[in-house]
């Protein structure tokens, strides 16, 4: 089993940056493909960006690269989301996900943490 904590979030202004943090407990984090998606009010879930277990490989979402990166430490059990030139379409609730990387990139990983709110003003 694996849980997920995520923490970070708040309000920046556009432009703005914010590092989103994911910290999981589980003994296969390190085997585990790891995910940020995100979900404003009255949209749908949408994925963001994925970690393959190693690390090498990165995936995003079309509107979020060249402005965020994902990264993550296995010695710390923890993923992270950098989020540089912020834009107020950026706001939404940003949840980790952990599952085998072919899984999380179809959008159906096992593993979800509650969620941190990120909000962009403009």
């Known amino acids: 089993q694996v849980q997920l904590v995520e923490s970070g979030g708040g309000l920046v202004q556009a432009g703005g940056s914010l590092t989103l943090s994911c910290a999981a407990s589980?003994?296969?984090?390190?085997?585990?493909?790891m995910a940020w998606f995100r979900q404003a009010p009255g949209k749908e879930r949408e994925f963001v960006s994925a970690i393959s277990w190693t690390g090498n490989s990165t995936y995003y979402r079309d509107s979020v690269k060249g402005r965020f990166t994902i990264s993550r430490d296995n010695t710390k059990n923890t993923v992270y989301l950098t989020m540089n030139s912020l834009k107020p379409e950026d706001t939404a609730r940003y949840y980790c996900?952990?599952?085998?990387?072919?899984?999380?990139?179809?959008?159906?990983?096992?593993?979800w943490g509650r969620g941190t709110q990120v909000t962009v003003s403009s």
């Open positions: 589980g003994r296969t984090f390190s085997t585990y493909g």
């Open positions: 996900a952990a599952d085998h990387i072919r899984t999380v990139l179809v959008g159906r990983p096992g593993h």
